[in-house]
Structure formats: structure tokens, C-alpha cells
């Protein structure tokens, strides 16, 4: 780039040169030319006068020729001759003059035959005078010969006129060009001289600022140059072979606490001191026979600690290989040294703390292969302190072929980089031959300059107890899993402040789908579920979270992915709440209950064909035996077996009834009307209603209240249904003229309803079965008793459905008391009610 | 003083049950028992009989119970009349349907004579009262 600006100044200075020696040239032509318009326009000025000159001098000869033929006197005569030599004279000068023109000298020479011509008809003119008079010389004299030669001279004459007129003219045209070119060349010349002083002011600038540059970074690489010589933290010095320093640096005068003068060119012991010279003059020795020496001290430094150094003397050798000094580097590396000493503390520590924890260490040399394993490593394989090779091969060796590309590729990855920890889990034979399941976890701690690992620790745990339990998870998942396939169900894991639920595979194959698992919102889920049965499924959701109802349970349908609904029966329970009482997570299952359901259905329908088909005859039948029992004049006998008739379709129809309403209750599908009931009225109405039947075994119903009114949420039919039976029951099984008493009292919170018989009670080995169906103590009491055997089955379902409770209490020979206990109106949950399918009215 | 329950307008497909329904109410209650085989027959003769109360099957081929009681309702006279129905269904949404639609009580089949005039007697006392209300 220098080279350029300075070949551009250069041409820049030429090119100005050159210019202005062009401008100097054309102006210099300029004067020229200028002077030789002004003698060119005098010459001009002098033709066009001489011109004039002839024109009078021929008036002149004429005149004077005039005056000779009228005079006829030698005088004119002269006079004559003087005008004709003027008139030839004046001719010649104007040849002279013209001479550089051809044109006017053409004309100069016509000029001069013209005069000629003049000249001999004057002399013609002259004898006419002399020889045949005045007459005679007039009438030449008006001759046209006489005329053509003057008209010849005008002509010839205003040609010259006309000539010099027009190289005039020219002259003053050529000198307007020429300087209009002038004033252009000098425009030009001044606007390229303007152009190229910028530039070359430009380019000088430039070379002045680079100059500029280049000094300032020169000044900084001198102040870097000193920083860094200042601040190097070795000792540098050059010790010559007579053993004198020849050069130091600023580190060894602060080390010795000298001044420079006291250092250069003095010898090393007077230097560093004698004791110190001697404990390293073996050194000294060996590098100035050539040898590169480094070592490691401790001494004793000015500030009177000891500090550990490390010195290299690298040997000076002249140009014929003697070895002539030495340059000596020391470093100061007591904290490198201190470090070192804290880090094997530490390391000591770490390696008791591993130990305390149960960990074996290791040890690894990673080049030499060494590697040393510690008291209790050697202990989680069975092995005493010497029993196990120091080796990687004893490590390797005892690898469980299974486990060892494995264990090695995992290794090898980390020390190679790609893996960015160690840990790896594998199997090693103990000494007694058995296999531990080990966890090995290690780490580089000491690289060399090209980052090559040189040292690794790490340490063993034994997992075999956490691996055993992982496979017995991994056991009992696959039986899970396996269990949840036969048995199609989903099982699902709901987070309740997040709404996320997790679905297992079982789901989405419920939904038409592939098996997979789901990870689903629960507002998802939902818009999955058929309008009507929403409110259902979130009232059983909320019980169950807010603890009202310790289990969620209920039926809904759900879309499949082809549209179709399918009836789903989600059954759960929350696992976890917090300290507040909050719901936190929720886990259940789903099951896909479309076929019972459709069982359901068909069973319904079946039934209720069933029932209609089989009462309609029986309707027949009661009514007619009905009829007949009351009509008069039968025989006693037909009497007799038509009372037995009625008391048996009678029993058949109760068989009926009984059978309709425990599978209703059974299936679901009765849901009880709830309704504020208050019991006492109940009581009464069911004591009227069923005294009739009490009579038949002289047995008397009464009623004892220990409160007043008492209000349940519950159902008055329903209820009376259970009174029917519980009374039935109370009147059949007591002695004849017995009082069965009906007993209405508040305890702890809850209403109870006991009916109190004085019969045979129940035997201790038929409690248990009381409430199931068709169960009678005694099998024939049934036929003798009239029973259905499913009446208390149906009130335990009946009372079970109104969220209440019923039991008994019976001590053979003294008696039975069944009970049921409702909770008063105002404490009944509703939400409970609903999710066991009793519905408000 | 209360009106008396006199005539009673019985529709029954079943000839058994007819019989067996018209010889309880007649003999058992002594009420006038006209006995109908089917809804249209029941609209037919109701306007002429003009009954107390009417006691209607549920299940009958062509017009059904509550068909009937409909139809029935339309006609002169009728619109306030007390319609109880007699059926073998036991369903608790059956009979709650039937009471919503306006009839005055549901009598399920089979009920013993003395029961039925029993049951219709309650439900007249019931009916009268109200209406004195």
C-alpha cells in the first residue's frame, strides 16, 4: 500500500509537471499567435492604404493626362510622367507587401499590367495630342479601350480590397478559437490540479495517520514486552562459565533482596550465598558440561521461611558446541508443594469417608495399570487385605462374562470423552464364588498437558439387595401387567392439583384404540363422557376427594373412537392428602362393563315379561280364591282346601314381590325417591297395618317413644316395606299373646328404629347368616312360617341403599331385636344418598 | 257430606281379571261395575255411563292404559274423573310415570278382593277430600 501511494504522489507531481508546461506551451503559442495578428493586421492596414494610394495616383496619371491634351504643356507632360512613376512605384511596393499571399500577389501583378496598359494608352494619348490635336486625343480618351483599362484597375483593385478584408477576417476568427481552447485547457488544467492536490493531500494524510498507527503500536508492544518481562513469576538468570551472572531479571533481585549492580558480573557464591552455591554445584557443573538439569530444593528465603524451588539450567553453547554458560530458570513452588499436601489430606479423608459409608475405593494409575483397592472393597468381594491383586487385571478377571463388554465399553467411553461421568453397574465374583451386583462410579483427577488421563478413583457399592428388588418389581409389574390383561381393566393415577392422569395401556383399547399408555387432562377425559352421566361422575369425584365417601364408584358411558358408547365402571380412591386434608392423588381402576350392562338390560326386560306374565294368571287366581274363601254354603272340607289354595298363591305372590325387589335392589336400578319422613307417624301407620297380620298369631304391637318427632331423609314405602317384614317376622317367631314392641329412640347421634320380640332367639351358628337370602334357621320354618326367606335380605338392602345401618341382637331363649339406625334429617349427606342410588324426589 | 262412589268403569282386556275384578267391586264394595274390553270401548260407552271413577288396565293391545285415560279425559264430563290403574308391572319409574300423567293411584296386580276394594276405597276417601279442599 506505501508502495502505491508513493508511485501516486509521484505521478500525481508528473502529471501537474506536465500540465503546466502544456498550459505554459499554449500560452506562449497564444502570444504568438496574438503579436503576429497585431503585424498582420498593420500589413493589412498598410495594403488597403496603398490600395488608395494607387487609386488616386491612377486618378493622378488620368487628371494629369487630361491636362496635357488641354494644356498641351511640357509641364503637364512631366506631371504625367512623375503620376505614371508614382502609380508604378506604389505598385511595386503593394507586390512587396502582399508577398506571402498568392492570391493578392496574382492580383499585384494584374495590378501591374493594368498600370502598364495605362501607361502605353497615355503615350498613345500623348502622340494622338501631339500628331492630330486636342479632338483626337479626347475621343481616345472616351474610347472604350481607355475605359476597360480603368474599369480593369477598379476591379483589380476592390479584389485586393476584398482579399485583405478576408484574411483579416480570418485571422480574427482563428485567434477567437484559439482562445476559447486556451480557456478550456487552462478550466481543465485547473479542476485536475484542484482533483490531484486532494488526492495526493489525501494520501499524504493516510501516510501520516498509518505512521501515527504503527508508532502507537510499537509503544504498546514495548509496554506489553515490560509487563510481561516484569511479571514472569521464574527466576531468570545467564551464569557464564567462570561461573559469574551475566544477566538476571527483576524476579532474582527481589528473591536475593540485592540491587542490580550487585548481581551482574559477580560470582554466583557471592551471589546466592555459599551454602546455597554449594548444594547446587553439581548442577552447575553438569550444565555447563552440556546437559540440561532440572531439580527441585528446599532453602531458605530472605522473608527467613523455607521455600521449595525448582530450577532447569539449560546449557549456552558457542558456535563450536562448547558449552559456555547456562541460562537458569527457578520457580518458586512452595503453594504448588503445600497444595499437594493439602489435596493427599484430603484425599486421605474422602477415601475414609467413602469407606465409613460402605463404599470400597480404587485407585487407578491409568498408564502403568496399577491400581490400588482399599480394605473394604476388597471386603465386599470376601477377600482379606492381601488376597487381592493390586491389578486391573484382578478387577477385569472377576467380571461376570455377561457384563464385561459392557463394563469396558462404559469406561472406555468416558475415558475417551463421549460418556461425560463413569457409572456402570455389573456383576463380580466374590471369592466363594457367588455374584454381587456392583454400582462402579469414578472420575478423573489428574490429566497431562494434552488432557491424557493419568489418574482415576472411583468407588464400588454393592447393589445386589436394590437389584434384587428392582427384578421383584419387575416381577410383580409383569404379573400386573399380566393381570390387567386378562382381567381387561385400566388402572389409572390421577395428580389432583395438576389434573394430569396417567391411563395404563387397557384404556385405549377401551376406546377402539392400540394399546398404549395415556397421559391425559382430566377436563379431557371428561368431554369423553355422555352428557347425562357427567353430573354423575362429578359428584362421585368430589365425595370421594373431599372424604365424604371414603371410595369413588360409579358408572358412566364413555364415546370410543368409533361413536359408539360404551358403559365404563370407574372404581377409586384417594392414596394421599396433605396436611390440611387436601386430596393430592387418586388412583383406581376402569373396567369396561358394556356387556354386563347389556346382560343387565336383557335380564331387565326379562324379568319384567316375567313378572307381568306370571301375575297376570296369578291375578286370576287370587281373586277368584279370594271370592270363593268368602262365599257361603261350601262344604267344610272344600273350605278347607280353598283356604289352603288362597293362603298358598298368596305366599307365591309375596315369593313374587320379594324375588322383583331384591333383584331390583341388586342390579341398581331401583333408585329409592328420597323424602323428609318422620318415623314416629311411620311407626304407627306400619303398627296399624300390620296388626291385622300379628292377630293371626295373638300377638300384639306397640309402640314406646323416648323422643319427639324425628325426622329422616328416607322413603315412606320403602320404609314400611322393612316395618312389613321386620313385624311379620317379630309376630311369627314370638309365643302366642305375646307383645312385640316397637321401640323409637335418638343414640348418639342417629335415629334407631328396634323391633323387640320375646321368641326363641337366634342360634349362634345362624347369626352370621341372617341377612343372606333364603336363609332360614330351620329349614322348614320357611314352609311352616309362610316366609319368602329373602325379607330381612330385602331391608338390609333397603336400609344399606338409605345410607343407614341394621343389625340385631338375640340371646337364645330370650329373645331378638333387629334395628335399623338412620341419621337424622339435617346431618343425612346428600351426595352420599346419590352416589348408592337414592335420589331426591 | 261426601260424595258416594257408585259407578266404577272398568277396562280390561284379560276376560278372567274382568270377571274376577267385576264380581270384587260388585260383591265386595256393591258398586255398578260397567265392564269395557278395550280403550276405544271404553271411550264408546263413557259418555252414556258417565262413572265415578274408572279403573284401567295398563297393558291392552291398541290403545293403551294411558291412552284411554286420555282419551277418556276429552270427553264431557270426564275431565276431572278419577282414573286408577290396575297393573302387573311393579317398576317403580312405571308407577311413577302413571301418577305423573294424572292418574289417581296405581293397584298392582294380583291383589286379594278384599284388598282391592280396600285400596279403591282409600283412594275415593282420598279423591273426595281433596275435592272438599
Known amino acids: 500500500m506505501k508502495f502505491s501511494f508513493r508511485i501516486g504522489i509521484y505521478l500525481v507531481l508528473a502529471t501537474t509537471i506536465a500540465m503546466l508546461i502544456t498550459l505554459g506551451g499554449a500560452y506562449q503559442l497564444s502570444v504568438t499567435?496574438?503579436?503576429?495578428?497585431?503585424?498582420?493586421?498593420?500589413?493589412?492596414?498598410?495594403?488597403?492604404?496603398?490600395?488608395?494610394?494607387?487609386?488616386?495616383?491612377?486618378?493622378?496619371?488620368?487628371?494629369?493626362?487630361?491636362?496635357?491634351?488641354?494644356?498641351?504643356?511640357?509641364?503637364?507632360?512631366?506631371?504625367?510622367?512623375?503620376?505614371?512613376?508614382?502609380?508604378?512605384?506604389?505598385?511595386?511596393?503593394?507586390?512587396?507587401?502582399?508577398?506571402?499571399?498568392?492570391?493578392?500577389?496574382?492580383?499585384?501583378?494584374?495590378?501591374?499590367?493594368?498600370?502598364?496598359?495605362?501607361?502605353?494608352?497615355?503615350?498613345?494619348?500623348?502622340?494622338?495630342?501631339?500628331?492630330?490635336?486636342?479632338?483626337?486625343?479626347?475621343?481616345?480618351?472616351?474610347?472604350?479601350?481607355?475605359?476597360?483599362?480603368?474599369?480593369?484597375?477598379?476591379?483589380?483593385?476592390?479584389?485586393?480590397?476584398?482579399?485583405?478584408?478576408?484574411?483579416?477576417?480570418?485571422?480574427?476568427?482563428?485567434?477567437?478559437?484559439?482562445?476559447?481552447?486556451?480557456?478550456?485547457?487552462?478550466?481543465?488544467?485547473?479542476?485536475?490540479?484542484?482533483?490531484?492536490?486532494?488526492?495526493?493531500?489525501?494520501?499524504?494524510?493516510?501516510?501520516?495517520?498509518?505512521?501515527?498507527?504503527?508508532?502507537?503500536?510499537?509503544?504498546?508492544?514495548?509496554?506489553?514486552?515490560?509487563?510481561?518481562?516484569?511479571?514472569?513469576?521464574?527466576?531468570?538468570?545467564?551464569?557464564?562459565?567462570?561461573?559469574?551472572?551475566?544477566?538476571?531479571?527483576?524476579?532474582?533481585?527481589?528473591?536475593?533482596?540485592?540491587?542490580?549492580?550487585?548481581?551482574?558480573?559477580?560470582?554466583?557464591?557471592?551471589?546466592?550465598?555459599?551454602?546455597?552455591?554449594?548444594?547446587?554445584?553439581?548442577?552447575?557443573?553438569?550444565?555447563?558440561?552440556?546437559?540440561?538439569?532440572?531439580?527441585?530444593?528446599?532453602?531458605?528465603?530472605?522473608?527467613?521461611?523455607?521455600?521449595?524451588?525448582?530450577?532447569?539450567?539449560?546449557?549456552?553453547?558457542?558456535?563450536?558446541?562448547?558449552?559456555?554458560?547456562?541460562?537458569?530458570?527457578?520457580?518458586?513452588?512452595?503453594?504448588?508443594?503445600?497444595?499437594?499436601?493439602?489435596?493427599?489430606?484430603?484425599?486421605?479423608?474422602?477415601?475414609?469417608?467413602?469407606?465409613?459409608?460402605?463404599?470400597?475405593?480404587?485407585?487407578?494409575?491409568?498408564?502403568?495399570?496399577?491400581?490400588?483397592?482399599?480394605?473394604?472393597?476388597?471386603?465386599?468381594?470376601?477377600?482379606?487385605?492381601?488376597?487381592?491383586?493390586?491389578s486391573r487385571e484382578e478387577w477385569e478377571s472377576r467380571i461376570h462374562p455377561q457384563d464385561h463388554a459392557r463394563a469396558m465399553a462404559d469406561l472406555d467411553a468416558y475415558l475417551q470423552g463421549r460418556s461425560p461421568t463413569y457409572s456402570t453397574?455389573?456383576?463380580?465374583?466374590?471369592?466363594?464364588?457367588?455374584?454381587?451386583?456392583?454400582?462402579?462410579?469414578?472420575?478423573?483427577?489428574?490429566?497431562?498437558?494434552?488432557?491424557?488421563?493419568?489418574?482415576?478413583?472411583?468407588?464400588?457399592?454393592?447393589?445386589?439387595?436394590?437389584?434384587?428388588?428392582?427384578?421383584?418389581?419387575?416381577?410383580?409389574?409383569?404379573?400386573?401387567?399380566?393381570?390387567?390383561?386378562?382381567?381387561?381393566?385400566?388402572?389409572?393415577?390421577?395428580?389432583?392439583?395438576?389434573?394430569?392422569?396417567?391411563?395404563?395401556?387397557?384404556?385405549?383399547?377401551?376406546?377402539?384404540?392400540?394399546?398404549?399408555?395415556?397421559?391425559?387432562?382430566?377436563?379431557?377425559?371428561?368431554?369423553?363422557?355422555?352428557?347425562?352421566?357427567?353430573?354423575?361422575?362429578?359428584?362421585?369425584?368430589?365425595?370421594?376427594?373431599?372424604?365424604?365417601?371414603?371410595?369413588?364408584?360409579?358408572?358412566?358411558?364413555?364415546?370410543?373412537?368409533?361413536?359408539?358408547?360404551?358403559?365404563?365402571?370407574?372404581?377409586?380412591?384417594?392414596?394421599?392428602?396433605?396436611?390440611?386434608?387436601?386430596?393430592?392423588?387418586?388412583?383406581?381402576?376402569?373396567?369396561?362393563?358394556?356387556?354386563?350392562?347389556?346382560?343387565?338390560?336383557?335380564?331387565?326386560?326379562?324379568?319384567?315379561?316375567?313378572?307381568?306374565e306370571l301375575r297376570t294368571p296369578l291375578s286370576s287366581i287370587v281373586g277368584s280364591l279370594g271370592l270363593l274363601v268368602r262365599m257361603q254354603g261350601l262344604r267344610e272340607d272344600v273350605q278347607t282346601l280353598v283356604r289352603v289354595a288362597r293362603d298358598n298363591s298368596q305366599r307365591l305372590v309375596r315369593l313374587i314381590n320379594d324375588i322383583l325387589d331384591v333383584e331390583k335392589l341388586d342390579s341398581d336400578t331401583l333408585h329409592i325417591q328420597l323424602e323428609p319422613v318422620e318415623l314416629g307417624a311411620l311407626l304407627e301407620t306400619a303398627i296399624q297395618a300390620n296388626q291385622g297380620y300379628a292377630d293371626q298369631y295373638g300377638v300384639s304391637l306397640t309402640l314406646t317413644r323416648r323422643q319427639g318427632p324425628a325426622w329422616v331423609e328416607a322413603n315412606f314405602d320403602r320404609l314400611m316395606q322393612v316395618m312389613a317384614n321386620l313385624l311379620s317376622n317379630a309376630a311369627k317367631f314370638s309365643p302366642r299373646g305375646a307383645h312385640v314392641e316397637v321401640r323409637l329412640e335418638q343414640i348418639q347421634g342417629v335415629v334407631r328404629v328396634s323391633v323387640v320380640d320375646p321368641g326363641p332367639g337366634i342360634p349362634d351358628e345362624f347369626k352370621p347368616r341372617v341377612f343372606d337370602r333364603f336363609a332360614q334357621a330351620d329349614s322348614t320354618t320357611t314352609r311352616h312360617r309362610g316366609g319368602t326367606g329373602l325379607g330381612l335380605a330385602i331391608c338390609k338392602m333397603i336400609i344399606d341403599k338409605l345410607g343407614g345401618k341394621i343389625d340385631f341382637e338375640s340371646t337364645v331363649g330370650q329373645g331378638t331385636t333387629f334395628y335399623f339406625e338412620l341419621r337424622p334429617h339435617t346431618q343425612v349427606s346428600q351426595a352420599y344418598l346419590r352416589d348408592r342410588g337414592a335420589v331426591r324426589t | 257430606m261426601r260424595r258416594a262412589l257408585k259407578r266404577i268403569l272398568l277396562v280390561e282386556d284379560d276376560p278372567d281379571i274382568q270377571l274376577i275384578t267385576r264380581l270384587s267391586l260388585e260383591v265386595g264394595g256393591g258398586y255398578d261395575v260397567r265392564v269395557c274390553s278395550s280403550g276405544a270401548e271404553a271411550v264408546q260407552s263413557a259418555a252414556a255411563y258417565v262413572p265415578d271413577l274408572v279403573l284401567l288396565d295398563v297393558m291392552m293391545p291398541g290403545m293403551d292404559g294411558l291412552a284411554a285415560m286420555e282419551a277418556l279425559r276429552r270427553l264431557p264430563g270426564l275431565a276431572l274423573t278419577p282414573m286408577v290403574f290396575f297393573t302387573a308391572n311393579t317398576q317403580d319409574q312405571v308407577r311413577q310415570n302413571l301418577l305423573r300423567r294424572g292418574a289417581l293411584g296405581v293397584i298392582v296386580k294380583p291383589v286379594e278382593p278384599n284388598a282391592l276394594v280396600a285400596q279403591i276405597r282409600a283412594l275415593w276417601q282420598h279423591h273426595t277430600s281433596s275435592e272438599q279442599v
Open chain 1, 425 to 612: 453397574e455389573f456383576r463380580m465374583r466374590c471369592k466363594d464364588g457367588s455374584w454381587k451386583w456392583i454400582l462402579a462410579r469414578g472420575m478423573v483427577v489428574s490429566r497431562d498437558a494434552l488432557g491424557t488421563p493419568l489418574r482415576m478413583i472411583g468407588t464400588h457399592a454393592d447393589i445386589s439387595a436394590r437389584v434384587r428388588q428392582q427384578e421383584e418389581i419387575s416381577r410383580v409389574n409383569e404379573r400386573l401387567d399380566l393381570a390387567l390383561q386378562g382381567s381387561r381393566l385400566a388402572i389409572w393415577d390421577a395428580d389432583v392439583s395438576s389434573g394430569r392422569v396417567y391411563l395404563s395401556e387397557g384404556w385405549s383399547e377401551m376406546l377402539g384404540d392400540k394399546p398404549r399408555e395415556t397421559y391425559a387432562e382430566y377436563a379431557s377425559l371428561v368431554a369423553l363422557v355422555h352428557p347425562d352421566d357427567i353430573e354423575r361422575g362429578r359428584t362421585a369425584i368430589v365425595a370421594a376427594l373431599k372424604g365424604i365417601s371414603p371410595e369413588y364408584h360409579v358408572e358412566y358411558r364413555v364415546k370410543t373412537r368409533d361413536g359408539q358408547w360404551k358403559w365404563i365402571l370407574s372404581h377409586g380412591r384417594v392414596v394421599s392428602r396433605d396436611a390440611s386434608g387436601h386430596a393430592l392423588r387418586m388412583t383406581g381402576t376402569n373396567a369396561d362393563i358394556s356387556s354386563r350392562k347389556e346382560i343387565e338390560r336383557m335380564k331387565n326386560e326379562f324379568i319384567s315379561v316375567v313378572s307381568h
Open chain 1, 33 to 390: 499567435e496574438q503579436v503576429e495578428q497585431a503585424s498582420a493586421e498593420t500589413k493589412s492596414q498598410r495594403i488597403l492604404g496603398r490600395l488608395e494610394e494607387l487609386v488616386s495616383a491612377r486618378e493622378a496619371v488620368e487628371s494629369s493626362t487630361l491636362s496635357y491634351i488641354i494644356g498641351h504643356s511640357e509641364r503637364n507632360l512631366q506631371r504625367m510622367s512623375e503620376n505614371e512613376n508614382d502609380l508604378r512605384a506604389g505598385i511595386a511596393q503593394l507586390a512587396r507587401l502582399v508577398g506571402d499571399d498568392a492570391e493578392q500577389q496574382r492580383h499585384a501583378a494584374a495590378l501591374a499590367l493594368a498600370a502598364a496598359a495605362t501607361a502605353d494608352l497615355v503615350q498613345q494619348i500623348i502622340e494622338l495630342r501631339q500628331h492630330q490635336g486636342v479632338a483626337a486625343a479626347v475621343a481616345f480618351v472616351s474610347s472604350p479601350a481607355y475605359d476597360d483599362n480603368e474599369h480593369e484597375f477598379e476591379r483589380v483593385v476592390e479584389a485586393m480590397r476584398q482579399r485583405e478584408h478576408a484574411l483579416d477576417a480570418d485571422r480574427r476568427k482563428r485567434i477567437v478559437v484559439r482562445t476559447r481552447q486556451l480557456g478550456q485547457l487552462t478550466l481543465w488544467s485547473g479542476l485536475l490540479t484542484i482533483g490531484l492536490a486532494l488526492f495526493a493531500a489525501a494520501v499524504i494524510n493516510r501516510q501520516r495517520e498509518e505512521r501515527r498507527l504503527a508508532e502507537a503500536h510499537l509503544r504498546e508492544r514495548e509496554k506489553q514486552y515490560r509487563l510481561v518481562t516484569g511479571s514472569v513469576p521464574a527466576m531468570i538468570c545467564y551464569v557464564d562459565g567462570a561461573h559469574r551472572m551475566r544477566f538476571h531479571n527483576y524476579a532474582i533481585e527481589e528473591w536475593l533482596g540485592l540491587p542490580a549492580d550487585r548481581i551482574d558480573d559477580h560470582h554466583l557464591a557471592e551471589v546466592i550465598g555459599t551454602a546455597t552455591y554449594t548444594s547446587i554445584l553439581s548442577e552447575i557443573e553438569r550444565a555447563l558440561q552440556g546437559e540440561r538439569v532440572e531439580y527441585e530444593r528446599e532453602q531458605q528465603g530472605t522473608d527467613g521461611r523455607g521455600h521449595y524451588l525448582a530450577g532447569t539450567f539449560i546449557p549456552d553453547f558457542d558456535s563450536g558446541g562448547r558449552s559456555v554458560g547456562f541460562f537458569a530458570m527457578i520457580i518458586d513452588i512452595t503453594e504448588r508443594k503445600a497444595a499437594e499436601k493439602a489435596l493427599r489430606a484430603s484425599e486421605e479423608r474422602w477415601k475414609f469417608a467413602l469407606e465409613g459409608a460402605g463404599d470400597g475405593v480404587w485407585d487407578r494409575n491409568i498408564q502403568t495399570g496399577e491400581v490400588v483397592y482399599s480394605k473394604r472393597y476388597k471386603e465386599m468381594l470376601g477377600f482379606a487385605e492381601d488376597e487381592f491383586e493390586n
